[in-house]
Nanobody, 120 residues
Framework: VELVESGGGLVQAGGSLRLSCAVS????????MGWYRQAPGKQRELVAT???????TYAESVKGRFSISRVNAKDSVYLQMNSLKSEDTAVYYC???????????????WGQGTQVTVSS
């Protein structure tokens, strides 16, 4: 199973970015999917998650500014980030839980990470 992210970059405070992540190599639909981030010197933290039924959860720090969505037919998840702040600067990681067809266990899979830098 492979997760490929895109869409990071440098943006000014108040700007917007959209991250994308596509899952490949899986048999079962990823559930849930989501995004984490890790800033320098800090632990990785949850940003947002979405289930196959489109139930969403968000970190308090991004509520009202970020929006997560997915296209089940493409096994893809997106993160629309608006009103970006300097404290949103981090490496953003896509993740997905996918049922292993051999063990039936829900395995966690991660993307390689994409840098988001917000300049103030």
């Amino acid at each position: 199973v492979e997760l490929v992210e895109s869409g990071g970059g440098l943006v000014q405070a108040g700007g917007s970015l959209r991250l994308s992540c596509a899952v490949s190599g899986n048999i079962f639909t990823p559930n849930p999917m989501g995004w984490y981030r890790q800033a320098p010197g800090k632990q990785r933290e949850l940003v947002a998650t979405i289930t196959s039924g489109r139930t969403t959860t968000y970190a308090e720090s991004v509520k009202g500014r970020f929006s997560i969505s997915r296209v089940n037919a493409k096994d893809s998840v997106y993160l629309q980030m608006n009103s970006l702040k300097s404290e949103d600067t981090a490496v953003y990681y896509c993740y997905a839980k996918v049922r292993n067809p051999t063990t039936s266990v829900l395995d966690s899979h991660w993307g390689q990470g994409t840098q988001v830098t917000v300049s103030s």
